[in-house]
């Protein structure tokens, strides 16, 4: 396929997205069944068309002064990618699969409109009903926060510390221009260039070997933060596919004891292969045992650590996701915060005194941040949170602790601040 019937493409994919409501993933795929003379390359760049234009989505209709599939997506090209009213020109001929040409009105908002004026949830790029989240997380620059979390996030991968250092993979995987994440001593980063393309990691014998996990530095820090070590006896509460089970165990230098369970025993099925591949030995999954039962039963009073990578509604992954900001409801936060206190209060069932909750989201609301930790705080005695200056120094990354959250409960990064996805990690010590 041609650049223009590729853009072609994404206007369709679009509008399909528009006109159903349905997710992009399940928009695109259809699009490839029934396009079959599509190949891998071209559907690939289609899906980072379409993912650029739903990151820009508010912002790039506000240019071209229409919300319709095709203005979104010719806002995004010059928002998203930089390109020029020529540049975009030239591939809007309206020759065979090429999009129609440019409209006199499209071309003098591609060349006089801009954001100045727009509102935060429009230069940001966020539904409007989030604001006061926003405005209570980060204030006056919620506008440049979102619009950092509307960016292309890079690769990043865990080295996994049991089978090879930091430096040796980075050899093994030079040919993709990796370099070392700024602040996770385990990370290795890909950047992901204009055409939003992503080298398939996956296919390499350094990933294949068990050397790295796919994993953001906001998610390798959270682990970090949590601060496991060898010995230790460890719940991960909410282990779904594993991402942190792997990080703990590793960290832990495989010694000690990780009891990895979740509430849903289908998220917890990829694990398996990927403790293997990782050569993790001190991992053991305990599937939920119905409604009522609790698999760690025996575990009470006995944890010195439980992670609590707790449900959320991803606020924080939405460089990676950027469909689901737009599907983001009320009562799906809802729902969050309550299935959060669930888990906490759960949590706290298992530690010994002195034992402590990592609370983890991916998100950068309060609502189910410092507010969740509030509430949890309010309800049970004996808990207390521990400076996220500590938490910081202790993990030894004291440069963390300027990203105190508002409330001061916890560390929220954020692509702005970090340079990693939106996690949030508080530390509470059981106190007796
Ligand atoms: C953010 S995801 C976990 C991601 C995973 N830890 C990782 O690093 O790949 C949150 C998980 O919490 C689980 N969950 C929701 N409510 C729960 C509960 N009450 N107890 C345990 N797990 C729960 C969900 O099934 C989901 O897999």
Redesign the pocket.
């Known amino acids: 396929m041609t650049p223009a019937a590729r853009i072609s493409a994404a206007i369709e994919v679009l509008a399909d997205i528009e006109a159903r409501r349905r997710p992009a993933a399940d928009a695109l795929k259809d699009w490839g069944l029934s396009h079959r003379f599509a190949g891998s390359g071209d559907r690939s760049a289609i899906g980072g068309l379409v993912f650029d234009a739903l990151r820009r989505k508010a912002s790039a209709a506000w240019l071209s002064g229409s919300d319709a599939p095709r203005a979104v997506l010719i806002g995004a090209l010059r928002l998203a990618r930089g390109w020029d009213a020529e540049r975009i020109q030239s591939l809007f001929t309206g020759e065979r699969f090429a999009p129609e040409p440019l409209t006199d009105e499209e071309r003098s908002a591609l060349t006089g409109r801009t954001l100045e004026g727009a509102p935060a949830w429009v230069a940001g790029d966020y539904p409007e009903w989030l604001d006061g989240q926003f405005a209570a997380a980060f204030g006056e620059s919620r506008a440049e926060e979102l619009a950092a979390l509307a960016t292309r996030a890079p690769v990043d991968m865990r080295v996994n510390t049991l089978k090879a250092a930091r430096d040796k993979v980075a050899a093994a995987l030079a040919h993709l221009g990796v370099q070392p994440t700024p602040r996770s001593p385990l990370g290795l980063r890909i950047t992901v260039g204009e055409d939003a393309r992503a080298p398939n990691v996956q296919s390499e014998p350094a990933f294949q070997k068990g050397w790295i996990e796919i994993q953001d530095e906001g998610?390798q820090l959270a682990a970090l933060l949590a601060a496991a070590d060898p010995g230790m006896q460890v719940i991960?509460?909410?282990?779904?596919?594993?991402?942190?089970t792997l990080a703990l165990a590793a960290q832990m230098d495989n010694r000690g004891q990780v009891f990895a369970?979740?509430?849903?025993k289908r998220?917890l099925a990829p694990i398996f292969e990927r403790l293997t591949r990782a050569g993790v030995r001190n991992v053991q999954i305990k599937a939920p045992k119905g409604k009522d039962g609790e698999p760690l039963a025996d575990l009470r009073g006995h944890a010195d650590l439980v992670v609590v990578?707790?449900?959320?509604t991803g606020t924080g992954t939405w460089r990676r996701n950027p469909d689901a900001k737009w599907r983001v409801r009320p009562n799906s936060l809802d729902t969050r915060i309550a299935?959060q206190a669930?888990?906490l209060d759960?949590a706290a069932t298992f530690l010994k005194p002195g034992g402590r909750i990592a609370y983890i989201t991916?998100s950068v609301l309060p609502a189910e941040n410092d507010e969740t930790v509030a509430a949890f705080l309010d309800r049970t005695s004996g808990f207390g949170v521990i400076p996220p200056a500590k938490v910081a120094a202790d993990a030894g990354q004291p440069d963390l602790a300027a990203f105190a959250s508002p409330a001061g409960h916890g560390i929220q990064m954020s692509p702005r601040r970090t340079g990693t996805d939106g996690f949030y990690v508080a530390l509470l010590r059981r106190t007796a």
């Open positions: 998610s991960d509460l909410c282990a779904g596919g594993g991402g942190k369970t979740d509430s849903d998220r990578d707790a449900p959320c299935e669930v888990v759960r991916c």
